[in-house]
């Protein structure tokens, strides 16, 4: 079992090497190869089922297009959901906004009411407290009567117990900063709470738009389409697989005794066999680091030589006309003639 093994990896290694050897036609070194094309594949992110495939095996895709959508009234209901959620917030907002704006409005016309007792309280007493110690004085040498030196010591007294009270009303207003403070935070608790759900609602929006498959930002055709409309989507599920018309390369193989000839940047010329004698031009733009086809153990020199390398050439006029699968020769002469 393990000589047949061995006996088909060795034949397969020849094929691919008598595929990849360079030819000479009137003299130039050419190598066969196939004109192939990068497809991408466009996956659903979400789970569901498919609603629609806008596009057909075939078609051409604008850039951007809505090539596929998966039924969204879930998420559709969720993200209007929060909305609402949003709009009572900031409404609640503003209600919150005028009430702290009111009460520290009244607050602050309680506060300077209250303080305005308090000084006019204050020079009344000071008043009275200056007519007391006259009083008092003119008392000592009998210059005055006790019955005047009596009501003036009552509206002093007065006076004190003025200011005493209007001290008290003050602080009693100024405290009334706690409530003004606590609406403030109210609302600052109601600013936060609406941010909060805002960040919730733009993440729902990322996630609904993913209920929509989008093309690439370039235009491309539909080459298979892999889902269609009814089946359930996961995560990963492929839903079409697209081309761009305009990235198309030839790949050949070449044997490792001629990497030298093709460095990464040379210029080339592409014949295809259903265009003969017309020659594009094309630079290699790529070379891959391992050998392709390489016997299992590489234990003479000959096998070495056996090995090929996968190499692209890019296509630089013309690329439309390029068929994927179309076969042709890679021209390794210095001029297309």
Known sequence: MKRVLVILVLAAAGIAAWLALARRDDGDLYYTGFVEGEERVLRSEVAGRVREVAFREGEAVPAGAVVARIDDADIAARVQSKRREIEVMVRQIEQAGHEADLREGTWKAEVGARQAELAQARSEHELAARSLQREEGLGRTGATTRQLLDEIRTRELAGRSAVERAERMLARAQAEAAGVDAARSRLDVLREQKSLAESQLAELQITHAKYQIRAPEVGTVVQTQLLWPGELAQPGTPVL?????????????????????????????????????????????????????????????????????RVKIRILEDVATFVPGTEGNVYLGDAGA
């Open 241 to 309: 697989s697209v081309l761009d018309p305009l990235d198309k390369y030839v790949q050949i193989y070449v044997a490792v005794a001629d990497l030298t000839l093709v460095p990464v940047g040379r210029r080339v010329w592409i014949e295809l066999d259903s265009a003969p004698g017309k020659r594009v031009p094309g630079e290699v733009s790529f070379v891959a680091e391992r050998a392709n086809f390489t016997p299992e153990k590489i234990e003479t020199r000959d096998d070495r030589i056996g090995q090929v390398y």
